[in-house]
């Protein structure tokens, strides 16, 4: 394999969410590539599964593509957080109303959403233990709660209704690990 040093990163801007870096990176013929790189706190997302085997999704407005998406509970990890799980369970509550427990949640895999300039890694889960409780959403959050059954989740996902990556991935590998 050729061998890639990064000389330098510089940051260009400080966000909430992300910081935005300009990478200076040597390259195998020995040229000086420039390159952005976005640093991402990380993120966790469930997959929740009720009784009757339908998935509680989120529809949410999102700024980036100026639309409503629906989507699986995400969220961003909390300052000083690191485990992923307990970031799940806790934006499943928050942005459903509905709660699960720690040890009744699994793991289905990690995903980098777009590795190409950024390293934002969402831990993704599902459960299928859930109570109702109450949702906490952020002053800016406007979140609509929805059930979907498997067949109705993939149809939307075959005629690009449903976008967001994350979404995807997870509702066909949670799909392909239990079988359905």
Same mark, same amino acid.
């Given at each position: @394999? ?6 330098? $990163?510089?940051?260009? =801007? *400080?966000?909430?969410? %992300? ?6 990176? &040597?390259?195998? +013929?020995? +040229?000086? /590539? ?17 009784? /009757?085997? #339908?998935?509680? @999704?989120?529809?949410?407005? $999102? +700024?980036?593509?100026? #639309?409503?998406?629906?989507? %699986?509970?995400?969220?961003?990890? #909390?300052?000083?957080?690191?485990? $992923? ?13 509905? $709660? ?23 831990? %993704?889960?599902?459960? +299928?233990?859930?109570?109702?409780? *109450?949702? =906490?959403?952020?002053?800016? &959050? ?7 059954? @498997? ?7 075959? /005629? ?14 949670? *799909? /392909?690990? @239990?079988?359905?």
């Amino acid at each position: @394999m050729e061998e890639f040093k990064r000389i330098k $990163r510089e940051l260009s =801007h *400080k966000g909430t969410i %992300i910081d935005f870096y300009t990478d200076y990176v &040597e390259v195998p +013929n020995g +040229n000086l /590539a420039k390159w952005d790189f976005i640093d991402h706190k990380g993120a966790a997302a469930i997959v929740p599964v009720d009784e /009757a085997g #339908n998935v509680l @999704m989120v529809r949410q407005w $999102r +700024n980036a593509i100026d #639309n409503y998406t629906l989507e %699986i509970p995400a969220g961003g990890l #909390n300052p000083g957080e690191t485990d $992923r799980k307990a970031c799940a369970v806790r934006e499943l509550e928050e942005e459903t109303g509905y $709660r699960t427990e720690y040890d009744k949640t699994e793991h289905l895999f990690d995903i980098y959403t777009t590795v190409a300039f950024s390293n934002e890694k969402i831990g %993704i889960y599902y459960t +299928n233990c859930l109570y109702p409780s *109450k949702q =906490h959403l952020d002053e800016d &959050e406007f979140i609509h709660v929805e059930r979907h059954s @498997m067949e109705e989740i993939t149809e939307m996902i075959l /005629a690009g209704k449903i976008v967001d990556n994350k979404t995807i991935t997870s509702i066909l590998a949670y *799909k /392909a690990k @239990m079988g359905l």
